[in-house]
């Protein structure tokens, strides 16, 4: 499974905290994630994370294509909800996709916590087959993949 994480810099401790606390779960799946978030997440765990570009530099739009591809299972948005500009159209466009490709998206930790140990329990299985490569054998992945 593919997990992409982020973080509002105000919540980056929050996310390396928990991820680090689930790092054997995340070891087991792919994770992607913003830039700066990503690196500080590989230098606290030493998971091997692939990092887009910084949230604010196309970070987000980069992970919201791969949703729209239907190239990411789950996605772990530590969001700070008393941020000025939390309603900006990259995160409203990143949770939008994420409801019309049936994504499990966490904005929390209770919801992050939950989702990671459903992983863990193969609750998300189902995720498996939402892939183009696993429904079709000839797939054809969208523009910006």
Do not use: W
Not at 24 to 35: E, Y
Not at 57 to 80: T, Y
């Amino acid at each position: 499974m593919t997990i992409a994480i982020l973080a509002h810099d105000s919540r980056k401790e929050l996310a390396l905290q928990f991820c680090t606390a689930y790092s054997g779960i995340l070891s087991r799946n792919t994770v992607i994630a913003t830039g700066t978030t990503g690196r500080m997440l590989a230098q606290a765990t030493g998971l091997p994370v692939h990092c887009y570009l910084s949230g604010k530099l196309g970070g987000i739009q980069q992970i919201s294509s791969r949703v729209a591809c239907d190239e990411v299972d789950l996605v772990l948005f530590f969001r700070d909800p008393l941020k000025a500009d939390t309603g900006n159209s990259s995160e409203q466009n990143l949770l939008r996709l994420c409801d019309m490709h049936s994504v499990p998206i966490a904005t929390n930790i209770a919801t992050a916590e939950v989702l990671l140990r459903g992983l863990d329990q193969g609750d998300l299985d189902y995720r498996d087959g939402m892939h183009p490569e696993i429904l079709e054998p000839i797939s054809v992945h969208c523009a910006v993949c």
